[in-house]
């Protein structure tokens, strides 16, 4: 993908999140009550920041961790909680300045909420780099791409989730395809687990994929690779 191309994507993004759905964000990731569908999806994504959570160190203390994609800031204060410092970027204004407000006091020493692009090099070195449900958006070549760009910033391990390929997550996909497209999300990038192992192994060789976890949870469907630094 070009530069122009890339740059094309964030912006689609970037639009959605900070203007089609902030409303519909901030309601996911509160204890706002929500419709059926809605509902499988809050489940299912903290479903899969449980997942992930257990594929890092329980005590996190003295470790720099990069939220890649950070949203309303779910992850990024459990992690905290553990002792990490942690950097949470994302391209919406909207869901930073929310993820700032939901920030407990208590551990503002240690979160930092920012508005930009995950591989901006200015952001520095990370023990540990999460994107949950981030690299969803992106094609295959290009996200991984992406992972390999952050390979040489990142001392530890990376945890990043993709949308499996399943009959199911086709038929969904199918079916987003009729909304009006003013209402759409990004579109989403259904990939077969066998062929991310193989483009991550080519795109970053010095890490080796460990833990796998994949959450199903109604209109929810996820999957979780843990990328280690031997």
């Known amino acids: 993908m070009s530069d122009a191309a890339y740059r094309d994507r964030l912006t689609r993004i970037e639009t959605y999140f900070d203007r089609t759905a902030v409303r ?42 990069l939220d890649a994609g950070c949203g309303t800031g779910a992850f990024a204060i459990e992690a905290a909680r553990r002792g990490a410092h942690v950097v949470g970027i994302d391209l919406s204004p909207k869901l930073v300045a929310l993820a700032r407000h939901r920030a407990p006091r208590e551990l503002a020493e240690r979160l930092d909420f920012q508005v930009g692009d995950l591989l901006d090099e200015r952001l520095g070195r990370f023990d540990h780099v999460v994107a949950m449900d981030v690299l969803i958006h992106y094609p295959l070549r290009e996200a991984a791409g992406t992972l390999g760009a952050l390979a ?10 993709f949308a499996p390929r ?15 497209r003013s209402d759409r999300s990004p579109a989403i990038e259904p990939m077969s687990e066998r062929a991310v192992r193989e483009a991550v192994r080519r795109a970053v060789p010095a890490f080796e994929a460990r833990r796998t976890e994949r959450v199903t949870s109604g209109f929810y469907i996820s ?3 843990e990328l280690v630094r031997p």
Not at 152 to 161: G, K, N
């Open 24 to 65: 519909a964000w901030e309601q996911m990731t509160s204890d706002a009550p929500l419709g059926r569908i809605r509902a499988t999806v809050r489940a299912g994504r903290d479903r899969m920041r449980g997942a992930i959570l257990d594929m890092l160190p329980a005590d996190l203390s003295g470790r720099r961790v």
């Open 152 to 161: 040489s910033r990142i001392d530890r391990s990376v945890v990043f989730t």
């Open 166 to 180: 399943t009959p199911l997550l086709a038929v969904m996909h199918a079916t987003g395809k009729l909304f009006p």
């Open 223 to 225: 999957q979780a690779l």
